[in-house]
């Protein structure tokens, strides 16, 4: 994508630059501009991914609009398939015909044509042959014709939200203005960098050349902002169309957003819908509806995801830095930003984990030249070079966990079980954790079986509660739940058994790798043995379950399996006696037996004891056993999973009567 | 009998005097004297055409071995025969005093289950009395058991004056009615069954065969095979005395005779190949060598090179192999040899722990098979090669060294708390190199100084030294 895009650039700069001036030109390049040129950076890598990216930054944004508010997020979420003329409507361009078809990059020569026709008539020959021989064979898909570079298919996305809403001034600067948001301090979101929507409107210039529209409320507000906009990239700025108050009379409030980009469904069809049930397994307590719309009505889908609680998690608190974590550029900056005058109040307010009298014994150990009283805009460079030295090097208790908010083991399980109906489920809740200065907490769930569900383990990994669903294979769940779980301690069965593994991580700051936000890489041991400590955990819990479960199978079966081997022994055995006793009589020898053994041998070859006298009384013995320990079974495991047994009631009166309904699968019958 | 032997013997004579007249020097002439003097007079003219053998096949060799390193330590086969005569006359006047040592001479603190060979008529009426007490069982309902002694680790006991292991006598109980022994139960009924047929017809099954009878029951062999063990344990008697015999698997090759359920057989006569062992040891008799020593050989490999080359006819020895483990057939045949011919067995395995664990099996019996060991164990095996230490003295390449896996590591880490590893202070010292260099090599190592290195300069060089532990 970006290398199709540099000769328009250097186009751009050629005509702007006077053509004397053939030396390197210093330029300025705007934060637009920037991400323009990188979008993959933002996970923009092509018409596919930007779709799914747009819906998720969209649905993330309204998640963490609603929850800000403490209200139970409703989302609906549209995409709207743009046929070829109906956008050219839109952006006011008439069809029109080909005339020089040759022109065209996908103009059949005569050559090509005679190639595909033969190959097509081979095809159906090849169709017929096995059509004759009875073979099933799928449809050959109808042959494409070979698809233009042009022919690229636009989605309209709308995403409405219950949210707090945008106040009307703010809305133009919200969307048309890279990097600039409302999420920027240091506490847990989803969103973090101020880029979501702006690059989903960069995403639409770039491809549709269409404005944004956003329809916004906030609480108790009577009207409805309208902005209609779009972005300027080379300065940065919003170029607003249309920003007006409209009627509110449902007294709505949030946010409705509305854009037209280029896309790819088909492709990128199965993310999106993994998308929106992951984000419905960690957010059981949103509701969620999602649509796609288009022309051709089979290809139409609407999923909701319905509320299942309505207990959510608290808002994430704002935090302060904790001093392990800050480097030199924040000091400076929190220190032009902080309200206290002195180096005391300083350390004692804006971090974590400094108490009053910490902070005096901190500001000793720094040197002479320190003092509580001096004043913050007195320190010099060289002097917040020592503190920041003195960060370091000092000890401080780890920050605690009560700024986040993890989406809690009761939400996980509820979701877990809603989206995937699973046999087992258990889950798991760590406690908050430290890494360079900023906590994290992780949360497990493990469950097997369900619906829809791969044999094998399947891995949903949720990073400050959002899905992560790129670059699986690198990430320290997979990896963990791959290598370092011993499945089979638990008696799980990684290869056959259907494995749900979930894995939470919440953090004022995910150590993401890559470029974009899609995974949490393994060489962080913290994160790495606490994911393993969680899922351990969860598979300590599910072991018992499963053994329960064994036990109570080997209950239901060990009569049968019992049973199963009579024959053999007591064939065994019987054969023996048959040839002992055969031999006896025949060598009509002294008895080598004794009473009690000669009498047997007689029975036997009088055939008064046969195999099946042996099979008989064996048998039932296997079935006192059984019953004994059944008894013993159901006394140490309690009345709940006793074997059950058909009970038979006697009426009271003597002469009843009976109607029975047949049906072929069942009979009914009614006692009156 | 002793006359047909005489017979063969004498067209041997015939046959190698005329082959030997060109060649006979005053020098081979004495050292048949030697050898005359050693053996018994039946033997002699056998032992008559011996130097000439070793003579041409030298002749043939020695153009291209003299380059070989350590030849020239070599001193001339006459001195190293001299040596060997004198280690097998001691090691027979020694071994013969403390033959008689039995389990029940020694007042061990527990007692020990030892079985013995049963004749046919005794198997069957054990088998029948104590299916006589299942059927009773059965019939007054209460289903039925069998008394299994136990075969587990926890069960062995090594006694370091017999140098091999025992079982002792704890037994587990395998009733029908438990889910976890139903299948054990019903397969040990069912081998019982069979092995009472065997006794009545008189007649020799392999455990394939046993296997094939009922194959739906068994499902593999492994289970067959390990209730007929526990049935030769519970009935006391040896597996050989249930007609249950395994394929064949040892080969024999060397200057031995025997009888072979009435045929004689002459093992220097038996091709490059050698000898099967008989499975069942019954039928083997009438024992006869001029031999000085039996080679036991680890490898298929060494075991051809070394018969190929007649290194039986240089050194007069017997060679053995079981092809790896060794089976019930080879070690019944090695410990009747040992027995009927008192001569010292001198081990050629690999320089791995491996090596020295069959060397065990040979030496004091598996765990396997322990409630046998009086039968099935040769005691006193001297370890001749190769050993840790050879890899350093014969200056043996590092490209033909292996590094030890960590499981190879493991197991020589194990071995060395075995008791059967510690009463020999040698071996102790050569599994320690073992594991401290962490390398093994296989007998095959030596080739690379030439595939006849084995036969024409390692193992008449150890011999010469008496390097063997």
Redesign the interface.
Same mark, same amino acid.
């Given at each position: 994508m970006d290398s199709s895009e540099s000769p328009t650039e250097t186009k751009k700069t050629k005509s702007k630059t006077p053509r004397k001036n053939k030396e390197t030109v210093l330029k300025q390049k705007s934060p637009a501009e920037f991400f323009a040129e990188n979008k993959n950076i933002a996970g923009f890598d092509n018409p596919g991914k930007s779709l799914y990216t747009t819906v998720r930054e969209l649905v993330e944004n309204s998640l963490d609009s609603a929850e800000s508010i403490s209200e139970l997020p409703v989302v609906e979420i549209t995409i709207e398939e743009i046929n070829k003329s109906k956008f050219n409507s839109m952006i006011g361009l008439i069809d029109c015909e080909r005339v020089d078809a040759e022109l065209y990059d996908d103009y059949e020569t005569e050559k090509a044509r005679e190639k595909r026709l033969a190959k097509e008539a081979r095809a159906q020959e090849i169709q017929a042959k096995n059509a004759a021989l009875g073979k099933k064979v799928k449809e050959t898909p109808a042959s494409k014709g070979i698809r233009g570079r042009g022919e690229a298919s636009f989605y309209r996305v709308i995403c409405k939200d219950n949210g707090k809403g945008m106040p009307h001034d703010d809305i133009p600067n919200m969307f048309g203005r890279v990097l600039s948001g409302t999420k920027y301090g240091l506490k847990q979101t989803r969103g973090k960098f101020g880029l979501g929507a702006k690059m989903a409107l960069i995403w639409s210039k770039m491809s549709t050349g269409l404005p944004i529209e956003i329809s916004s409320s906030m609480r108790n507000q009577s009207y409805i902002s309208f902005c209609r906009l779009d972005i300027d990239i080379h300065k940065n700025i919003p170029h607003v169309h249309v920003n007006e108050k409209r009627e509110n009379k449902e007294r709505w409030h949030g946010a409705e957003i509305q854009v037209v980009i280029e896309g790819n469904w088909t492709t990128y069809r199965s993310k999106i819908l993994h998308y929106m049930r992951q984000m419905a397994v960690i957010t059981p307590y949103a509701q969620f509806l999602f649509k796609f719309v288009s022309d051709a009505p089979e290809k139409n889908v609407t999923i909701r995801f319905s509320r299942r609680t309505d207990v959510m998690p608290p808002v994430p608190l704002e935090t302060k830095h904790h001093p392990s974590s800050v480097d030199l550029l924040l000091i400076k900056r929190l220190i032009a930003e902080t309200s206290k005058q002195n180096l005391l109040q300083f350390l004692q307010h804006e971090f974590v984990n400094i108490s009053k009298s910490h902070a005096e014994r901190l500001i000793g150990e720094m040197g002479p030249d320190f003092s509580p009283k001096m004043a913050l805009k007195s320190l010099t460079p060289q002097q917040l070079v020592r503190i920041h030295q003195l960060f370091r090097q000092a000890k401080f208790d780890d920050p605690n966990g009560h700024c986040l908010s993890p989406a809690g083991e009761y939400n996980l399980r509820l979701g877990i079980i809603k989206e995937l109906h699973p046999d087992m489920v258990a889950t798991y809740s760590g406690s908050a954790q430290v890494f360079e200065g900023h906590p994290f907490i992780v949360e497990a769930g493990v469950s097997i079986g369900g619906k829809n569900v791969k044999q094998g383990l399947n891995i949903f990994r949720f990073a400050n509660r959002i899905p992560l669903l790129f670059e699986q294979g690198a990430d320290v769940v997979t990896r963990t739940a791959l290598k370092r779980i011993n499945w089979s301690s638990y008696k799980i069965n990684q290869l056959q058994d259907k494995i749900g593994i979930f894995v939470s991580i919440v953090s004022t700051k995910i150590p993401f790798k890559g470029t974009g936000k899609e995974y949490i890489g393994d060489d962080i041991t913290e994160i790495a043995s606490a994911v393993k400590y969680s899922i351990q955990q969860c598979c300590i819990q599910l072991k018992s379950k499963i053994v329960k479960k064994m036990q109570a199978r080997?209950q239901q079966e %060990?009569k049968r @399996?019992?049973s199963k081997?009579i024959p053999?022994?007591?064939?065994?055995?019987y @054969?023996?006696?048959k /040839?002992?006793a055969e031999?006896q009589l025949h060598a009509s020898k002294k008895f %080598?037996?004794g009473d009690?053994?000669g009498e047997?041998l007689r029975k036997v070859y009088e055939n008064l004891?046969t195999k099946e006298?042996?099979s008989e =009384?064996?048998a =039932?013995?296997?079935e006192?056993? /059984?019953y004994e320990m059944a008894l013993e079974y159901a006394t140490q495991s309690g009345v709940s999973e006793e074997p059950r047994e058909a009970i038979y009631i006697q009426p009271l009166e003597t002469e009843n009567k009976i109607i029975d309904l047949h049906s072929p699968f069942f009979v009914f019958r009614m006692f009156y | 009998m002793t006359e047909s032997i005489t017979g063969s013997v004498l067209i041997t004579v015939l046959f190698s005097i005329r082959s030997s007249a060109q060649i006979l020097s005053p020098s081979r002439v004495k050292i048949s004297v030697v050898i005359h003097f050693h053996f018994t007079p039946t033997l002699c003219p056998i032992t008559a055409h011996l130097p000439s053998m070793a003579e041409s096949s030298k002749k043939r060799r020695r153009t291209n071995t003299d380059d070989l390193p350590f030849k020239n330590k070599l001193k001339p086969d006459s001195t190293i025969l001299q040596t060997l005569k004198d280690f097998s006359t001691s090691s027979s006047s020694s071994s013969s005093s403390s033959k008689t040592l039995t389990l029940q001479d020694l007042s061990l603190p527990f007692s020990c289950r030892e079985v013995s060979d049963l004749s046919l008529s005794s198997v069957q009426s054990n088998i029948e009395s104590l299916v006589l007490r299942i059927a009773h069982s059965i019939l007054s309902g209460n289903g039925f058991a069998f008394d299994v002694p136990s075969r587990a680790a926890t069960n062995q006991f090594y006694v370091p004056e017999l140098d091999r292991i025992v079982l002792k006598d704890k037994s587990s109980l395998r009733p029908f009615a438990n889910i976890s022994t139903v299948r054990k139960s019903a397969i040990t009924a069912r081998i019982l069954q069979l092995v009472h047929q065997l006794c009545i017809k008189g007649i020799h099954v392999t455990k394939r065969d046993l296997f094939y009878t009922d194959v739906k029951l068994f499902q593999d062999q492994i289970q067959s095979d390990t209730v007929l063990d526990d049935v030769s344990c519970m009935l006391g008697c040896t597996r050989s005395s249930l007609n249950v015999v395994a394929a064949e698997k040892g080969v024999v090759v060397g200057r031995l005779i025997f009888s072979d359920n009435g045929d004689m057989i002459d093992c220097t006569k038996m091709g490059m190949g050698g000898k099967a062992i008989p499975p069942n040891i019954d039928r083997v008799g009438d024992m006869q060598s001029d031999a000085l020593f039996i080679l036991l050989v680890e490898k298929d490999a060494a075991y051809m090179r070394l018969a190929e080359d007649r290194f039986y006819n240089r050194f007069p020895c017997i060679i053995v192999t079981a092809k790896g483990q060794p089976d019930v057939a080879t070690r019944l045949f090695l410990k009747k040899m040992k027995m009927e011919l008192n001569l010292p067995v001198l081990a050629l395995v690999d320089s791995d722990p491996y090596g020295l664990k069959i060397l065990s099996v040979y030496g004091c019996g598996s765990k396997n098979m322990s409630y046998d060991s009086a039968n099935l164990t040769t005691p006193d095996i001297k370890w001749l090669g190769v050993r840790p230490s050879d890899l350093d003295k014969y200056k043996i390449p590092e490209q033909c060294r292996l590094p030890m896996t960590e499981q190879d590591i493991k197991t020589g880490k194990d071995m060395l708390e075995e008791d059967f590893v510690k009463k020999n202070p040698g071996w102790v010292e050569e599994l320690t190199l073992m594991v401290k260099t962490k390398q093994k090599a296989e007998i095959q190592a030596l080739s690379t100084f030439g595939f006849q290195y084995l036969s024409e300069v390692y193992l008449p060089l150890k011999l010469q030294q008496k390097d063997w532990l």
């Amino acid at each position: 994508m970006d290398s199709s895009e540099s000769p328009t650039e250097t186009k751009k700069t050629k005509s702007k630059t006077p053509r004397k001036n053939k030396e390197t030109v210093l330029k300025q390049k705007s934060p637009a501009e920037f991400f323009a040129e990188n979008k993959n950076i933002a996970g923009f890598d092509n018409p596919g991914k930007s779709l799914y990216t747009t819906v998720r930054e969209l649905v993330e944004n309204s998640l963490d609009s609603a929850e800000s508010i403490s209200e139970l997020p409703v989302v609906e979420i549209t995409i709207e398939e743009i046929n070829k003329s109906k956008f050219n409507s839109m952006i006011g361009l008439i069809d029109c015909e080909r005339v020089d078809a040759e022109l065209y990059d996908d103009y059949e020569t005569e050559k090509a044509r005679e190639k595909r026709l033969a190959k097509e008539a081979r095809a159906q020959e090849i169709q017929a042959k096995n059509a004759a021989l009875g073979k099933k064979v799928k449809e050959t898909p109808a042959s494409k014709g070979i698809r233009g570079r042009g022919e690229a298919s636009f989605y309209r996305v709308i995403c409405k939200d219950n949210g707090k809403g945008m106040p009307h001034d703010d809305i133009p600067n919200m969307f048309g203005r890279v990097l600039s948001g409302t999420k920027y301090g240091l506490k847990q979101t989803r969103g973090k960098f101020g880029l979501g929507a702006k690059m989903a409107l960069i995403w639409s210039k770039m491809s549709t050349g269409l404005p944004i529209e956003i329809s916004s409320s906030m609480r108790n507000q009577s009207y409805i902002s309208f902005c209609r906009l779009d972005i300027d990239i080379h300065k940065n700025i919003p170029h607003v169309h249309v920003n007006e108050k409209r009627e509110n009379k449902e007294r709505w409030h949030g946010a409705e957003i509305q854009v037209v980009i280029e896309g790819n469904w088909t492709t990128y069809r199965s993310k999106i819908l993994h998308y929106m049930r992951q984000m419905a397994v960690i957010t059981p307590y949103a509701q969620f509806l999602f649509k796609f719309v288009s022309d051709a009505p089979e290809k139409n889908v609407t999923i909701r995801f319905s509320r299942r609680t309505d207990v959510m998690p608290p808002v994430p608190l704002e935090t302060k830095h904790h001093p392990s974590s800050v480097d030199l550029l924040l000091i400076k900056r929190l220190i032009a930003e902080t309200s206290k005058q002195n180096l005391l109040q300083f350390l004692q307010h804006e971090f974590v984990n400094i108490s009053k009298s910490h902070a005096e014994r901190l500001i000793g150990e720094m040197g002479p030249d320190f003092s509580p009283k001096m004043a913050l805009k007195s320190l010099t460079p060289q002097q917040l070079v020592r503190i920041h030295q003195l960060f370091r090097q000092a000890k401080f208790d780890d920050p605690n966990g009560h700024c986040l908010s993890p989406a809690g083991e009761y939400n996980l399980r509820l979701g877990i079980i809603k989206e995937l109906h699973p046999d087992m489920v258990a889950t798991y809740s760590g406690s908050a954790q430290v890494f360079e200065g900023h906590p994290f907490i992780v949360e497990a769930g493990v469950s097997i079986g369900g619906k829809n569900v791969k044999q094998g383990l399947n891995i949903f990994r949720f990073a400050n509660r959002i899905p992560l669903l790129f670059e699986q294979g690198a990430d320290v769940v997979t990896r963990t739940a791959l290598k370092r779980i011993n499945w089979s301690s638990y008696k799980i069965n990684q290869l056959q058994d259907k494995i749900g593994i979930f894995v939470s991580i919440v953090s004022t700051k995910i150590p993401f790798k890559g470029t974009g936000k899609e995974y949490i890489g393994d060489d962080i041991t913290e994160i790495a043995s606490a994911v393993k400590y969680s899922i351990q955990q969860c598979c300590i819990q599910l072991k018992s379950k499963i053994v329960k479960k064994m036990q109570a199978r080997e209950q239901q079966e %060990r009569k049968r @399996n019992l049973s199963k081997y009579i024959p053999d022994a007591t064939g065994a055995v019987y @054969n023996v006696l048959k /040839d002992m006793a055969e031999t006896q009589l025949h060598a009509s020898k002294k008895f %080598r037996y004794g009473d009690d053994d000669g009498e047997l041998l007689r029975k036997v070859y009088e055939n008064l004891i046969t195999k099946e006298t042996l099979s008989e =009384k064996l048998a =039932k013995h296997v079935e006192q056993v /059984d019953y004994e320990m059944a008894l013993e079974y159901a006394t140490q495991s309690g009345v709940s999973e006793e074997p059950r047994e058909a009970i038979y009631i006697q009426p009271l009166e003597t002469e009843n009567k009976i109607i029975d309904l047949h049906s072929p699968f069942f009979v009914f019958r009614m006692f009156y | 009998m002793t006359e047909s032997i005489t017979g063969s013997v004498l067209i041997t004579v015939l046959f190698s005097i005329r082959s030997s007249a060109q060649i006979l020097s005053p020098s081979r002439v004495k050292i048949s004297v030697v050898i005359h003097f050693h053996f018994t007079p039946t033997l002699c003219p056998i032992t008559a055409h011996l130097p000439s053998m070793a003579e041409s096949s030298k002749k043939r060799r020695r153009t291209n071995t003299d380059d070989l390193p350590f030849k020239n330590k070599l001193k001339p086969d006459s001195t190293i025969l001299q040596t060997l005569k004198d280690f097998s006359t001691s090691s027979s006047s020694s071994s013969s005093s403390s033959k008689t040592l039995t389990l029940q001479d020694l007042s061990l603190p527990f007692s020990c289950r030892e079985v013995s060979d049963l004749s046919l008529s005794s198997v069957q009426s054990n088998i029948e009395s104590l299916v006589l007490r299942i059927a009773h069982s059965i019939l007054s309902g209460n289903g039925f058991a069998f008394d299994v002694p136990s075969r587990a680790a926890t069960n062995q006991f090594y006694v370091p004056e017999l140098d091999r292991i025992v079982l002792k006598d704890k037994s587990s109980l395998r009733p029908f009615a438990n889910i976890s022994t139903v299948r054990k139960s019903a397969i040990t009924a069912r081998i019982l069954q069979l092995v009472h047929q065997l006794c009545i017809k008189g007649i020799h099954v392999t455990k394939r065969d046993l296997f094939y009878t009922d194959v739906k029951l068994f499902q593999d062999q492994i289970q067959s095979d390990t209730v007929l063990d526990d049935v030769s344990c519970m009935l006391g008697c040896t597996r050989s005395s249930l007609n249950v015999v395994a394929a064949e698997k040892g080969v024999v090759v060397g200057r031995l005779i025997f009888s072979d359920n009435g045929d004689m057989i002459d093992c220097t006569k038996m091709g490059m190949g050698g000898k099967a062992i008989p499975p069942n040891i019954d039928r083997v008799g009438d024992m006869q060598s001029d031999a000085l020593f039996i080679l036991l050989v680890e490898k298929d490999a060494a075991y051809m090179r070394l018969a190929e080359d007649r290194f039986y006819n240089r050194f007069p020895c017997i060679i053995v192999t079981a092809k790896g483990q060794p089976d019930v057939a080879t070690r019944l045949f090695l410990k009747k040899m040992k027995m009927e011919l008192n001569l010292p067995v001198l081990a050629l395995v690999d320089s791995d722990p491996y090596g020295l664990k069959i060397l065990s099996v040979y030496g004091c019996g598996s765990k396997n098979m322990s409630y046998d060991s009086a039968n099935l164990t040769t005691p006193d095996i001297k370890w001749l090669g190769v050993r840790p230490s050879d890899l350093d003295k014969y200056k043996i390449p590092e490209q033909c060294r292996l590094p030890m896996t960590e499981q190879d590591i493991k197991t020589g880490k194990d071995m060395l708390e075995e008791d059967f590893v510690k009463k020999n202070p040698g071996w102790v010292e050569e599994l320690t190199l073992m594991v401290k260099t962490k390398q093994k090599a296989e007998i095959q190592a030596l080739s690379t100084f030439g595939f006849q290195y084995l036969s024409e300069v390692y193992l008449p060089l150890k011999l010469q030294q008496k390097d063997w532990l």
